[in-house]
């Protein structure tokens, strides 16, 4: 019999994707949380500038994004916003929010159980 590619099934693998971009955005955050501990006591603490990983639904991405902590913190202080490379925009799961040269912000849609 050939397997039906059931709509449960479909869910499944968004979910997946979804936490592979959530994975990625918890790496991130930590990694700005460890500099900016670091450079508490210095001066150009928030405008430290770091590669960050894209944020995309592949888990195995290697994609570079260079910002400032600053302006990461300033797009994460919404649950639903990663940063990814323009290619790797997948708008069956996110929307753009702002386009930069070197990175795009998305916003994810809500995931329902
Ligand atoms: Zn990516």
Do not use: G, W
Not at 44 to 49: F, G, I, N
């Amino acid at each position: 019999m050939p397997n039906k590619t059931t709509a449960k099934a479909r869910k499944a693998s968004v979910k997946q994707r979804v936490q592979n971009e959530s994975d990625a955005k918890i790496n991130n955050e930590q990694k700005v949380e460890k500099v900016v501990d670091d450079t508490e006591d210095t001066d150009q603490s928030l405008l430290h500038t770091m590669s960050f990983n894209c944020e995309c639904d592949n888990k195995s991405c290697t994609e570079i994004i260079q910002m400032s902590t600053d302006e990461y913190e300033n797009v994460h202080r919404k649950p639903n916003n990663f940063v990814v490379v323009p290619s790797h925009v997948k708008l069956d799961i996110e929307k753009i929010v702002v386009k930069f040269s070197n990175f795009l912000i998305v916003e994810k849609f809500a995931v329902k159980d």
